[in-house]
Structure formats: C-alpha cells, structure tokens
C-alpha cells in the first residue's frame, strides 16, 4: 500500500482521551474512531486504547474477534504507523499501553492460575477459616481492576422511563440504612478441574476447590436505593424484569427483578469486606453482591444499574454462565434457549485431609472430643447451597462411598435472612476404618442432594461442577 498516509507513533498519542479526534493502532494501521466511539457497544471503556495500540484490548475482549468488527474498524483507516517508528516491522512494546499496569500487589499464597487477567483461587488454609481473610479470598477478574477514585465515583441508577439518579459513596452511606451479612461467593467454575479429570475436558479455568471464599459484606439494600431512586419496589412495573449492573472496567450482568427488590433477598451494594475497605481485587469502592446467586451477578466496581425489560446484553450474561447437556458441545449450543445461571445447586468439598495422633497436644483435644484414643484422619470442608438453602447434612465415607456417615457441621453464625454462607464441617475417623479414597456430599433443606458421577453431568463449559468429591487417602506415616 504505498501511497497511503505515513503516521508518526508520536501524533497517534496525540490522539489520546483528551483529544478531539481519537485514534487507535492496531497492528501497523492507524484509525480514526472518533465516530465510532459513542456507538461502541462496550461503552466508554473504548477509551482506555485511544492514543495507542488496540491490539492486546482485542485479546482480552475476544468478541471482538469477528469479520463483521474488522469491517467496523476497517472504516475509519486513515493510514499506516510509520516504518521508522517500527521495530522489525511492528509497533514496539513501550508503546503498547498494559492494561494491567493498574492491578493490585496481591498475597503470595494465593493459587495463581492466570496472571493477567488476575484469576486465583483460595488455599487450602483460607477454606478452613469461617470468614476468608481479604488478601487470600479468591479473585475472578475477566479484565483489569479499574482505577476507581472514591471521591467521584458515582453509582447511576436507570429506571425504566430513562429516568437517572446518582449515588456518591458518601450519599448512599448517609442515606440508607447499613445491612451486614455473611455470604459466600462461588464462581459457575468451581471444581472445573475435578469434571475434566473425572469425566471428560471443560472448557475454561481449571478450578480445584477455591473459587468459593465467604466473608461478611457491609453495605446498604438496593431495594432501598431504587425505592429512592423512584422504583416502585412493592409492586414493579410489567416492563421492570431485571436489574442489570456495570462495572467500570464494562464488565454486565443481570438478576430477575424479584431479587433485586424482595425483603428478604438481601441483595446489597457493598462497601467493606470483613470489616475493612472493600479492596481493589474486590470491587473497590463498591460492589453488588447478590447472595444465594452464581457470583458472576455480584458485579463489582459497580457504576451503574438499569432496570430493563431484558436480561444484560453483556456477553457473560447471554453467552456465557450457561449449561448444556451433556451431548452438546460449542456448535449445538443454543444460547438463547438455556436460561442464564443464578441460584446455584449444593455443593461440597474436602478441604483439609490429614494423619492425627495423641503424641501432638492439639491433636489429643481433638481425639478427645470424638472420644477416640487411635491414630485417626481429620477431614475438613465446606458445604453450601443457593438461594439461602440451609445445608441440613454433610454424608461423609471414608471407603469410597460404601460405608456413609454424618459429618459434624460446625456452629458459625451467619448473619442476613436466610442460610446465605457456607457450613463448614468436620469428621475424625480412626485410621482403620479408612480404605483409598474419602467421598463427601450435601444435602440442603428442599432435600436436593449432590450427583454421583462426573460423566452424566458434563457441559462443554464446565460450569455446576457439584458431583461427589473423591479424594484418595495414602498414610503419610
Ligand atoms: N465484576 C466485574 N466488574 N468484573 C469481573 O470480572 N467477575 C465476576 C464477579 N463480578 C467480575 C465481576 C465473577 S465470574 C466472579 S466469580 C466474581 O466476581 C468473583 O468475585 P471475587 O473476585 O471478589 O472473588
Ligand atoms: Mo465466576
């Protein structure tokens, strides 16, 4: 293409946020998308690339990976980066902005299994705590963790009639009543790992068992925000069937109205995490956090909220956070027809398996209490079920599911109108009674229990990974 404009790295910089026209590079071609940018269905976040490269934004947001966007973007090329500013043909790294650049300094005992975006799971030590401690709660980031300053940030709130109200931080403290509850979170991909080792390869992050975390939440009622917004919150009109909520880094997602508005749905925004500022990794300065729900609805750095007639057209909403049977796989998906997750089915896990023995003092309390005097294992998890369902039982075999007993579910306080944290539970066993392998399940109180297999339950995206949880046994002694 010679012939065409030569652009310097140097005045697409220029061209950057603050500037009239607004260009962006991807690859070695430059283009000028002022026009674009008010259409752009991701909102503003577009603006985060103007004045540099597109390229590793595209990365992120792969739904950008299609003919019909190109053509979108090929429309306003205006020219191409100048060879001279190319290093063996392509723009150099320092002028490629990192998105990433903003993320937090995070705990070292976190489970890293994607670095950027920040996907990590919980050790085994935070599980086996009540209240999982901020710096080792597990993090979901699909993107960055946006630079939200707390001064200015404003939550807006859209009724169905277009109209909008604002909220500051210091205005929805003021204003509303403070809730505190305690509410696990678990992502849809929990124990993703245990479907694609016992059954067949899910797609997506490879989760063991700590995309769960519980903390207590503080923060007001959105019930209360939208009766102030203008909502009418005792009886919704028929256009108002879901409350979609943005995050500042253009992450979406909705809840059905009935949980958004119910007394006793608890669903809140929330500013403190166990007692301290929420962090960054966590949704700072505010997040919604929908208990009983996937977490994927509890959307953090929450900016605005719309109540609509449709689900959130955001591509977590509709695209992804689905199930399918176990036949289907990409192709045959119809994403249309499978209703988006919310309440989740019981769940369970062993956390914490280990050789216990009177020679240690702490051990021998524990012996004590189980009134055994022999070698035993300790066995520690976590139970836990949707929509505020209390977990009645914790099965527990010690003998690959031949022999079952009942676990001891221990005596947390949760607080909030219904069952939304996990029971933690325990079981000692002498080591006699142990064969290969221990098998936990739940059961919550509709009496919903667990599947056994892995196979009958498999989806191509591995989400609702809840089938029974093996974990071999092997004396370490
Ligand atoms: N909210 C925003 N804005 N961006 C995100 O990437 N991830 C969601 C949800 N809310 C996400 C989000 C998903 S899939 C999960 S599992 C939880 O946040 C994780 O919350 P945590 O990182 O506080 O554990
Ligand atoms: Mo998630």
Not at 17 to 39: F, L, M, N, Q, S
Not at 104 to 132: F, K, Y
Not at 245 to 255: C, H, P, Q
Request: negative net charge.
């Amino acid at each position: 293409e010679s012939g065409t404009r030569k652009i310097r790295l140097a005045d697409v910089q220029k061209h950057g946020r603050d500037a009239e026209e607004k260009w962006v590079t991807k690859g070695t071609r430059v283009y000028d998308i002022t026009d674009w940018i008010p259409g752009h269905p991701g909102g503003d976040v577009i603006l985060r690339a103007v004045g540099g490269a597109i390229d590793q934004y595209w990365n992120i947001f792969s739904i950008h990976k299609k003919q019909e966007v190109y053509d979108i973007l090929e429309s306003y090329y205006i020219g191409d980066v100048d060879p001279q500013d190319l290093v063996d043909g392509e723009v150099p790294m320092d002028h490629v902005e990192d998105p990433f650049s903003g993320d937090p300094v995070r705990d070292e005992r976190l489970i890293v299994l994607s670095a950027r975006p920040c996907n990590a799971e919980s050790p085994g030590e935070a599980l086996s705590t009540w209240c999982t401690p901020n710096e080792t709660f597990y993090v979901r980031n699909h993107m960055w963790v946006p630079e939200v300053d707390s001064k200015i940030h404003k939550l807006v709130i859209e009724l169905p009639d277009g109209e909008e109200k604002e909220y500051t931080l210091k205005d929805l403290k003021k204003k509303f009543q403070e809730v505190k509850i305690t509410a696990t979170l678990q992502c849809s991909g929990n124990r993703r790992k245990h479907m694609t080792e016992e059954a067949r390869s899910a797609n997506g992050l490879q989760w063991n068992v700590g995309a769960i975390s519980n903390a207590e939440w503080k923060g007001v009622r959105l019930r209360d925000v939208l009766a102030d917004a203008g909502f009418d919150i005792n009886d919704p009109p028929e256009d108002a069937k879901h409350a979609h909520f943005v995050g500042a880094e253009a992450y979406g997602a909705s809840i059905p109205i009935d949980k958004a508005v119910e007394k006793h749905g608890d669903v809140l925004i929330v500013y403190e995490m166990n007692g301290e500022t929420l962090p960054p990794d966590h949704g700072y300065p505010m997040r919604v956090l929908v208990p009983g729900t996937v977490a994927a609805r509890s959307v953090k750095w929450v900016n605005k909220i719309v109540i609509s007639e449709e689900e959130s057209p955001s591509q977590w909403q509709r695209r992804d956070y689905k199930c399918f049977g176990p036949n289907v796989g990409p192709n045959q998906a119809n994403w249309d027809e499978a209703p988006a997750i919310q309440e989740m089915p019981v769940q369970s896990a062993i956390t914490s398996l280990r050789d216990i023995s009177s020679s240690s003092p702490t051990d021998r309390k524990l012996l004590q209490v189980y009134g055994l005097e022999e070698d035993s294992v300790a066995v520690e998890g976590y139970a836990w079920s949707g929509g505020g369902r209390r977990i009645i039982r914790v099965d527990i075999s010690a003998d690959d599911g031949r022999n079952w007993h009942q676990a001891e579910l221990l005596p947390d306080k949760s607080l909030g109108s219904k069952a939304w944290a996990w029971r933690r539970w325990r079981w000692v066993v002498p080591r006699g009674q142990v064969g290969r392998c221990f098998v936990v399940k739940a059961v919550d109180e509709t009496y919903n229990g667990q599947p056994a297999e892995y196979e009958p339950h498999w989806n191509f995206r591995g989400n609702l990974t809840n089938s029974w949880h093996r974990v071999g046994y092997r004396h370490m002694g």
